[in-house]
């Protein structure tokens, strides 16, 4: 198929519109809905059978498709922004977020207009430019990764969290909602679930913001408690040192100065999975702020592929036969990435309910480290010479525990705040898991009684 020369026009469609197609694992375009179609400007028999870079725009980087397939390719969702080329010349903007799914991969479109995609554009302007001075591809991604670290984000992942949840955001803001009137029954229960699917989902994505939060105030909690130890473990040497001195006099100080720093230990010791936690809970945050915007994606665009069905109930014979065609896929999809997000939390309220254990045999420890420190304040008042030199050892393990209860209760509070929110997002997910089976069961009513 001849390729169309570019011009400078666009191929419009509206921020109310979706559209997606799937593919085989070579990228060969198995279907395309209504609005892929239009837009595209290729008759739907000459689309299917053909390489999704058919509407490849010369404009676009080649270094984003690599990053792109690298991500399909290892299993794993990935979102871009994408110029496409339509059959007549013309160019149309997205956001193409795209799935692994049994036997291919399906993708899902719809109008960006977040600030970040003009920052993108100026972006891609400029890797196509190092692309054109005869670099190789390796060297072209390196430089894209390179340009985007630039802008503050870790890695590509974090860009494209960020993005997709920019352009849902900025998606809403162009929508004028109003209350639709609904002919049919069946329209009107679908709308209600996709409504109270999208408002669940972002009530999830609440809690999860509340969970970074929370993993920021965990790692400060920490980073203060590490600093407290190193300088405790000063503190104890030189008291035992000073005690020293004293001879029999002050053995007892040197005693409580062991004391003090076994226990202490012991405490860091405790603690010393919460690092590890605080790294694991990151990691799982960013992958489900992630799963939670394809979920969200996915719905939006059931719900439209539903309503565009909807709307050729009076002008088609067969009008939901290509919508139940593409049932199992969305199906699937939906309910693969519910239940990942229920699993992985599930796992993540395993680790809360170990740093909550091991909290509590912390605020023991502490009791005894305020034990041992009164011991030392009686046995360092033997004498005013003792009890001058020891006062500072004594202030500093005062200041010590004072650190230690200060930010063991924020731990505590933060853990129980994961508890509860972690346990929110599981009963919630699980909630929304059918939804997606739901919406196309109210269209097979349809379907049915309009077959009657």
């Known amino acids: 198929m001849k390729r169309p020369t570019p011009v400078n026009a666009e191929s419009p469609f509206g921020f109310d519109e979706f559209f997606f197609s799937t593919t085989d694992k070579r990228g060969v375009i198995r279907y395309g809905n209504d609005v892929f179609v239009r837009v595209s400007e290729y008759p739907k028999e ?3 059978g053909a390489p999704h870079s058919l509407i490849r725009h010369p404009d676009m980087p080649r270094a984003v498709f690599k990053e792109f397939w690298e991500f ?15 059959g007549d010349g013309h160019y149309y903007w997205v956001y193409a977020f795209a799935f692994p799914i049994q036997d291919g991969y399906l993708s899902v479109r719809f109008k960006p207009s977040s600030e970040i995609f003009g920052v993108v554009q100026n972006l891609y302007n400029d890797v196509l430019h190092y692309e054109s001075q005869d670099h190789s591809l390796e060297e072209s991604h390196a430089y894209l990764l390179e340009k985007i670290a630039e802008l503050g984000f870790a890695d590509y992942e974090s860009f494209m969290v960020k993005a997709v949840l ?9 929508l004028q909602i109003s209350e639709m009137k609904f002919e049919v029954k069946e ?3 679908i709308a209600e679930v996709t409504k109270a699917t999208t408002h669940k989902l972002e009530e999830v994505f609440e809690k999860l913001r509340g969970f970074q939060g929370n993993s920021q105030n965990l790692e400060e909690a920490i980073k203060s408690l590490d600093e407290g130890f190193q300088q405790l473990k000063f503190i104890s040497l030189n008291m035992k040192i000073a005690a020293a001195k004293f001879g029999d006099l002050a053995a007892s100080l040197g005693v409580v100065s ?22 694991e809970l990151a990691g799982v945050v960013k992958k489900c702020v992630l799963r939670v915007a394809a979920l969200n994606v996915q719905m939006l665009m059931v719900d439209f592929f539903v309503r565009e069905s909807i709307a050729k109930l009076g002008s088609s014979d067969n009008a939901f036969e290509e919508m139940l065609q593409n ?4 199906s699937d999809l939906f309910g693969q990435y519910s239940k990942n997000l229920q699993s992985e939390f599930s796992e993540l309220q395993a680790g809360i309910a170990v740093i909550e254990s091991a909290m509590q045999e912390i605020a023991k420890f502490v009791t005894g480290l305020e034990v041992v420190r009164q011991i030392g304040a009686i046995e360092s008042s033997r004498t005013a010479e003792i009890k001058s030199i020891f006062a500072n050892y004594l202030s500093s393990m005062d200041n010590f ?10 731990i505590k509070r933060g853990v129980e705040s994961l508890s509860s929110n972690s346990d929110f997002i599981v009963t919630s997910i699980r909630g929304i898991s ?7 069961d109210q269209a097979a009513s349809m379907e049915s009684r309009e077959a009657s």
């Not at 230990?265 to 590890?276: D, Q, R, S, V, Y």
């Open 166 to 174: 920019e352009e849902l955001k900025s998606r809403a803001t162009h």
């Open 72 to 86: 399909l390719k290892a299993d794993k969702p990935v979102g871009a922004y994408v110029k496409n080329l339509a």
């Open 434 to 440: 059918g939804n997606v089976d739901k919406i196309f």
């Open 46 to 48: 000459s689309m299917v």
């Open 327 to 330: 049932q199992k896929a969305f």
């Open 258 to 279: 062991h004391e003090f720093s076994v226990l202490s230990g012991t405490i860091e010791k405790h603690l010393g999975g919460l690092a590890g936690f605080v790294d």
């Open 401 to 410: 525990i004072l650190l230690l209860r200060k930010c063991t209760g924020e």
């Open 187 to 189: 329209a009107e229960q």
